[in-house]
């Protein structure tokens, strides 16, 4: 009998069918097996570790200069299992197109290949070739990270293929053996090559280690740091290295795609390296992949499907990145270079002042607590000074609520080329925030007790939607985006962005309820939630736009709770469950038609590991770092902070017997709702996504001042009503000859 879970999948799939041939979606093709046709493309691959665009000029290095004039070129993103990428990590990684290491290992140069006549644990070493040194360990560990790599993919496609391969260096070998680590033709260096050699086998790679051998040659200081190499000391490098390339540019035949790479760091900061591509259809410009949908930007992964596609040989999955493609363009050299030189200044500079950002969020909105905490207690006197101390602190917290949306307003500038360029990014950030919070006091709605969060949480959602249907320019190298040094995302919603996304989309939502609750029309009010809830998981969900598969989960159910709440029904356990199966099933059926497209993203590559049965694994190791978020002190600090004040500030009884949140559901028939349903989407985004507490912090960054300013107004309400003394009824004697107070007067 066909299990339950079958035939949901069987389901999905034909219904998957339907969509696809009504709406023109087109399948991928099937990959070929072992045994597929032979290769029909020749590529060698330079790997030049440590390479930075800034090493690059026409006058030291003739060879890399004149190699980007005639091809196509981008920022390498490096990152594999480690914060910093070791020369042999990085070849692993062409290796097995996926993220790989060398275990235990010191970052060092590669270690020497056993040559013919030596030993070797995985049986004889070719007559002419090499084995990688200690390939079953590397093998083993490797196939047991959470990234399940695959060592000698690449090389076993060519040998499957009926080709063969050469390498030239150590490093080289760990990039193009085999299963068993073998290359069929192995040269110590450049200069060695023959004619025949550049000529024997459809791939080559070459390990160009000049630059990387100056770090290694500076040596340590006494406490084990790395000695930093001095200008004129890494020009001369770049230099060596140049040499070598010119070596093989001019040695291989006519018609070979060059991949060149700077496939690791060399110190303790990792940097975006150099990626160009000659030959084999790339043009002078830029490059980009679909793993980046970046203009100038690709990824070390992306390298090993590229020249699988150069060979004319089908990708495996288990080879995860996308293909380089050109981006031709008009700009000169010069222009290019400096380009990317630029992005890698920008992805220092944010990496700089990231993790302190959310210190410095967090404790703001500490003080923040504080100051309201403050602003209660020594609330008194006459009418005019309750109203300045309740009107600063809104403002302050309506400041607080407009600062996250702000962090992504600032990539509109250019604050990373500043001399200074934290505290440009500070002053930039305060500068948005306090541009959001005076467009929501600009208007009569000021005097409204959800006007002007509302203000701030729509502007914050349009902009973050607007941002991923547009290319993510503004979630790269932001305080609360991603930065392609971590290479965990390069477009969509990342778990931080998706948090304030869901949440300023279920605030502004449940606030544009208001109007048609006051007028009891609660059809129109859960038309808005639907309509709101619908474009927020289509924005967030969807390939291309925010490619969000946790975020599909925790919007679902959240929204449906909203759509229950203003229209006066009852929230029931039942019905949360039916609500986030709903959720499942629509980010799966989604995930089935991206697997079914040319290019699957993480949503289609799971789909696939569903129908395989490996889906659990992935399932595992998101909740256990989950799990392990409750370690990141700033976000579970920020997080206990925000509940502690929600609970024991707002929702306590103040001095005149009634709670902030008290008040505000007084004077608001959708803040109830909105507090709710905000809280809900942030625990369970929490519960559904790897960053786990990150995701709880940041909802309530933007959650909490939003109350705080609500129930201030509500509070500043209440007080000058109860100064206001009832008017007399026209005529009566009160009014024409009682006495009247100093105050009244």
């Not at 981008?74 to 480690?82: C, E, K, N, P």
């Not at 959001?436 to 701030?456: E, F, H, Q």
Request: with cysteine; proline share 6%.
């Amino acid at each position: 009998m066909m299990r339950r879970g079958t035939k949901i999948a069987v389901f999905l799939a034909a219904l998957g069918t339907v969509l696809a041939g009504v709406l023109g979606w087109s399948p991928a093709q099937a990959a070929a097996g072992p045994g597929g046709a032979a290769a029909t493309g020749r590529v060698v691959i330079i790997g030049v570790p440590g390479l930075m665009w800034s090493d690059i000029s026409e006058k030291n290095t003739p060879a890399l200069w004149g190699l980007t004039a005639e091809g196509s070129a981008a920022g390498l993103s490096v990152r594999t299992t480690r914060v910093n990428t070791c020369p042999t990590d990085g070849w692993l990684t062409v290796s097995a197109g996926q993220r790989s290491r060398l275990p235990h290992g010191d970052c060092a140069l590669p270690s020497a290949p056993i040559l013919p006549g030596q030993e070797s644990p995985t049986g004889p070493v070719p007559k002419d070739g090499a084995i990688a040194a200690g390939w079953p360990a590397i093998k083993s560990d490797n196939a047991g990270t959470n990234y399940h790599a695959e060592i000698g993919l690449l090389g076993e496609a060519v040998h499957r293929a009926g080709g063969c391969t050469t390498a030239v260096g150590p490093g080289a070998v760990f990039g193009v053996g085999d299963g068993g680590g073998r290359v069929d033709r192995y040269v110590e260096s450049p200069d060695k090559v023959t004619a025949a050699d550049w000529a024997r086998c459809p791939l080559a790679a070459v390990d160009v280690d000049d630059l990387f051998r100056g770090y290694i040659d500076a040596g340590v200081d006494p406490h084990g740091d790395q000695i930093p190499l001095s200008d004129e000391g890494r020009a001369d490098a770049a230099a060596d290295a140049d040499r070598r390339v010119a070596q093989v540019v001019t040695g291989v035949p006519q018609g070979t795609t060059i991949l060149l790479a700077g496939l690791s760091d060399t110190g303790l900061n990792p940097h975006l390296r150099v990626a160009v591509a000659k030959g084999g259809g790339f043009e002078p410009g830029f490059m980009t992949s679909s793993a980046t949908r970046q203009e100038g930007l690709v990824t070390l992964t992306d390298l090993t499907a590229t020249a699988m596609k150069q060979l004319g040989l089908p990708q495996p999955k288990q080879a995860v990145g996308s293909v380089w493609k050109p981006q031709p363009s008009k700009a000169s050299t010069r222009e290019r270079v400096d380009a990317l030189v630029d992005e890698d200044v920008a992805a220092q500079a944010i990496r700089a002042v990231q993790t302190s950002f959310y210190w410095v969020l967090f404790a703001t909105q500490l003080v923040l607590y504080g100051i309201a905490v403050l602003a209660l207690r020594r609330l008194g006197g006459d009418r005019r000074s309750r109203a300045r101390i309740l009107g600063g602190t809104r403002v302050i917290a309506l400041l607080g609520g407009a600062a996250p949306g702000a962090s992504f307003l600032a990539g509109l500038l250019p604050w990373w080329r500043a001399e200074h360029p934290t505290p440009v990014l500070i002053c930039t950030v305060l500068g948005f925030a306090g541009l959001l919070t005076g467009v929501a006091l600009a208007g009569p709605w000021r005097r409204s007790v959800v006007v002007p969060g509302l203000v701030i949480t729509g502007v914050t959602g349009v902009v973050l939607a607007l941002d991923v249907m547009t290319g993510s320019n503004l979630q790269l190298n932001t305080l609360m985006g991603y930065t392609a040094l971590v290479a965990g995302r390069f477009y969509g919603f990342g778990n931080q962005a998706f948090s304030l996304f869901a949440v300023a989309a279920i605030l502004t939502a449940a606030w544009l309820t208001e109007y048609p609750l006051r007028q009891r029309r609660k059809a129109a009010a859960v038309a808005i939630v639907a309509v709101i809830g619908v474009s927020a998981v289509v924005v967030d969900g969807l390939p291309a736009f925010g490619s969000d598969f946790g975020g599909v989960l925790a919007i679902v159910p959240a929204f449906a709770m909203l759509g229950l709440m203003v229209a006066g029904q009852r929230v029931s356990a039942l019905r949360l469950g039916v609500f986030f199966v709903a959720g499942a099933a629509i980010v799966l059926f989604i995930s089935y038609l991206n697997a079914r497209s040319a290019n699957p993203t993480h949503l289609g590559r799971f789909w696939q590991d569903l129908m395989d049965g490996d889906a659990w694994g992935i399932v595992t190791r998101k909740f256990n770092a989950m799990l392990n978020s409750l370690g990141y002190w700033p976000y579970t600090l920020a997080v206990a902070a925000a509940v502690v004040f929600l609970f024991f500030v707002l929702a306590r009884p103040t001095r005149w017997r009634v709670s902030l949140l008290q008040g505000a559901y007084k004077h608001s028939l959708s803040m109830r709702p909105a507090l709710i349903c905000a809280l809900s989407v942030g625990v369970i985004g929490t519960l559904v996504n790897d960053s786990g507490v990150v995701i709880l912090s940041v909802a309530f960054s933007l959650a909490t001042p939003l109350m705080l300013a609500a129930g201030l107004r509500s509070l500043e309400i209440d007080l000058r009503n109860a100064d206001t003394p009832p008017r007399a009824p026209s005529g009566s004697r009160e009014e024409s000859t009682g006495p009247r107070s100093a105050e009244q007067r």
